[in-house]
């Protein structure tokens, strides 16, 4: 008999708008996710000390771990700290650094695990991969997705608008990354799956394409389910290459290569990915992406990433190296550093007109 479909994993519960936080000890019973109550809620030691206040009395069987750092040994300490618990569940509550802890202590401990979002700087708020610092930098460690997501909107509009233009760039280099995936189909035949493309694709294209900013609510509730897609699309995958392509290479090569740079992830990947469509010979979908990061407020040039432009033709050259056996546009065209400084010169010219930003 065909298969007629398939079981993708996927949260069971996405709740976005102002209030979800107060959603939480509902959502926790009614999808069975933690019936007794007891769940350890890894928190941030700034803002989640507030919400702590506000949702301890509705959690009276929650234990309360504070996470301050992004590091593997934290995750790991985090899932030593709560081995011994008898939870049904790991919550996270805050950004991407405890959101990425909670992932990986819950894949440790066999426990699923709810993200309550306070912030939208990256796609790892629904994604099966937990970004953690490590000896080498970082590293990306597969996990199950969160099975619930919450992202209050007033809660997410009190974090630094950095973080949520962060994000715009992250959903935005789908676009890049899935350009990337169709040209690995067309030169070595890697396999496509045309849902998590679909997936990311629209990710990404919503945010391209909606007229509001930082400060509306409705412009915060499309790049949530963004970042959501973008998520289900990588578990729909199996893998990160619906949302990872040369832009992704460019941004680990820049942490790499200069770790104190002050650029955010998706600051880096952003303008990474602008660049990369640029190399794809697509001049006019370049400016297109360029001009929607600068009208949120993100880099579109090198030294706006906090890095000089040779600085920056360096960790293009290196990226591939990044992730041995994907294929982008880098690995494609197979650049010299002086063909990628030309490639560059090209691109800041486009994207910057003579009186300024285009």
């Given at each position: 008999?065909p298969?007629?479909?398939?079981l993708?994993p996927s949260?069971v519960?996405v709740?976005?708008?102002?209030g979800?936080?107060?959603d939480l000890?509902d ?12 769940v350890a809620v890894?928190?941030s ?6 919400l ?5 009395p509705?959690?009276p069987g929650a234990?309360w771990?504070e996470?301050?750092g992004?590091?593997?040994?934290d995750?790991v300490r ?8 008898r939870h049904?569940?790991i919550?996270g509550?805050g950004?991407?650094r405890v959101?990425?802890c909670a992932?990986?202590?819950a894949a440790r401990l066999g426990?699923?695990?709810?993200t ?7 796609d790892?708020?629904?994604?099966p991969?937990?970004v953690l610092?490590n000896d080498?930098?970082h590293?990306?460690y597969?996990v199950?997705a969160?099975?619930?997501l ?6 997410v509009?009190?974090?630094p608008p950095?973080?949520v233009?962060?994000g715009?760039?992250?959903?935005l280099s789908?676009l ?7 040209l690995?189909?067309r030169?070595?035949?890697?396999r496509v ?18 007229p509001g900013?930082?400060?509306d ?5 499309v790049?949530a389910?963004g970042l959501?897609l973008?998520?289900v699309?990588?578990?729909t995958a ?6 990872s392509?040369?832009?992704h290479?460019?941004g680990?090569?820049?942490?790499l ?10 600051e880096q990947?952003?303008m990474?990915?602008?660049?990369a469509?640029h190399l794809?010979g697509d001049?006019g ?7 929607t ?6 880099p ?9 432009d040779?600085?920056?033709v ?8 990044t992730?041995p056996?994907?294929?982008t546009i880098?690995?494609h065209?197979?650049?010299?550093p ?5 490639a560059?010169?090209?691109?800041a010219?486009?994207?910057?007109g003579p009186h300024g930003?285009v």
């Amino acid at each position: 008999m065909p298969v007629l479909s398939r079981l993708i994993p996927s949260p069971v519960a996405v709740h976005i708008r102002r209030g979800a936080l107060d959603d939480l000890p509902d959502l926790l019973v009614d999808q069975r996710i933690a019936p007794s109550g007891r769940v350890a809620v890894a928190v941030s030691g700034g803002s989640g000390t507030a919400l702590r206040r506000r949702l301890a009395p509705a959690l009276p069987g929650a234990a309360w771990f504070e996470t301050r750092g992004a590091g593997l040994d934290d995750a790991v300490r985090l899932a030593d700290r709560t081995r011994t618990g008898r939870h049904d569940a790991i919550v996270g509550i805050g950004g991407g650094r405890v959101i990425d802890c909670a992932k990986f202590a819950a894949a440790r401990l066999g426990l699923p695990m709810v993200t309550v979002a306070t912030s939208l700087s990256h796609d790892g708020i629904c994604s099966p991969v937990s970004v953690l610092a490590n000896d080498a930098g970082h590293g990306s460690y597969g996990v199950p997705a969160p099975v619930a997501l919450l992202v209050d909107l007033a809660v997410v509009r009190r974090a630094p608008p950095r973080y949520v233009r962060s994000g715009i760039g992250d959903a935005l280099s789908n676009l890049s990354a899935v350009a990337d995936w169709e040209l690995a189909h067309r030169v070595r035949g890697e396999r496509v799956d045309g849902l998590a493309a679909a997936l990311a694709r629209q990710a990404g294209e919503n945010v391209l394409r909606h007229p509001g900013g930082c400060d509306d609510d409705a412009f915060l509730t499309v790049l949530a389910e963004g970042l959501v897609l973008s998520g289900v699309a990588m578990t729909t995958a199996g893998h990160s290459r619906p949302a990872s392509g040369a832009c992704h290479e460019i941004g680990h090569a820049l942490d790499l290569l200069h770790p104190r740079h002050p650029a955010c992830h998706g600051e880096q990947v952003g303008m990474a990915a602008a660049f990369a469509t640029h190399l794809r010979g697509d001049t006019g979908r370049a400016r297109l992406v360029a001009r929607t990061l600068r009208r949120h407020g993100l880099p579109v040039l090198a030294r706006e990433l906090g890095v000089g432009d040779d600085d920056f033709v360096r960790a293009v050259a290196f990226a591939p190296r990044t992730r041995p056996g994907r294929y982008t546009i880098l690995e494609h065209l197979d650049l010299t550093p002086e063909r990628i400084a030309h490639a560059y010169a090209e691109y800041a010219a486009s994207v910057t007109g003579p009186h300024g930003p285009v």
